[in-house]
């Protein structure tokens, strides 16, 4: 099976400006989680989605926000990007909620 | 609410020798799982290995086991002969309560 793949791999973005990421899970997981990596902070849980439906959620402003498509994939999206919001955003997927997630490689963004 | 503590943010252990990352955990809920990942410079997180609650065996895979004391809330990860690959951050993770909850990762080196 392939794994969990994210595009775009590597973004820079400007201040102000929105961006999307996207989330492709292991063929049949139909949860999908996301998390914002960053040296101080750590890693810090975004949202969780499941068949479509936003299960559970992080404490991040409404800037951030996603969607889960009916053949699982997933998008977030951050509007208004702040320098702050600079970090690696990592996918999660597992066949059923609190199952073991399968990471994929990440999407590093720079906002400048 | 459940936390995940790792409580030593770096070890260092000389090739071929072998080390304990600690992580404790607190919780209210009976049926959980517990997991440790491996994320090494390439920033790619790596399932290490799995422990089921309701299960009294320790996990092993390979050179990786670990001490799963429930009564503790303990769940720590033996690394057998290391070897310069496992130079990486590791996770201690907790999923229960429908929701997936990071420690704040050691960094383990080593050395050769």
């Known amino acids: 099976k392939a794994g969990v793949t994210q595009t775009p791999r590597y973004l820079i973005k400007t201040r102000g400006q929105q961006v999307t990421l996207s989330c492709s899970p292991i063929?049949?997981?139909?949860?999908v989680s996301w998390y914002q990596q960053t040296p101080g902070q750590g890693l810090q849980f975004l949202f969780e989605?499941?068949?479509?439906?936003?299960?559970n959620k992080g404490n991040f402003p409404g800037r951030f926000s996603g969607r889960q498509f009916s053949n699982s994939r997933s998008e977030m999206n951050v509007s208004t990007l702040e320098l702050g919001d600079s970090a690696l955003y990592l996918c999660?997927?597992?066949?059923?909620?609190?199952?073991?997630?399968?990471f994929g490689p990440g999407t590093r963004l720079l906002v400048l | 609410a459940q936390t995940v503590t790792q409580s030593q943010p770096e070890m260092s252990v000389q090739e071929a020798e072998t080390v304990t990352l600690s992580c404790t955990y607190d919780?209210?809920?009976?049926?959980?799982?517990l997991f440790w990942y491996k994320q090494p410079p390439s920033r790619q997180m790596i399932l290490v290995i799995r422990?089921?609650?309701?299960?009294?065996q320790n996990a092993t895979e390979n050179r990786f086991s670990v001490n799963f004391q429930k009564a503790a809330k303990s769940f720590s990860l033996k690394i057998s002969d290391s070897q310069l690959g496992d130079t990486a951050m590791y996770f201690c993770?907790?999923?229960?309560?429908?929701?997936?909850?990071f420690g704040t990762g050691t960094s383990l080196t080593v050395i050769p």
């Open positions: 989605y499941f068949s479509e439906t936003q299960r």
């Open positions: 993770a907790f999923s229960g309560g429908n929701q997936f909850y």
């Open positions: 919780t209210s809920e009976n049926n959980y799982y």
């Open positions: 063929s049949g997981h139909r949860s």
């Open positions: 422990q089921e609650a309701y299960k009294q």
């Open positions: 999660a997927s597992s066949f059923w909620v609190q199952e073991t997630q399968y």
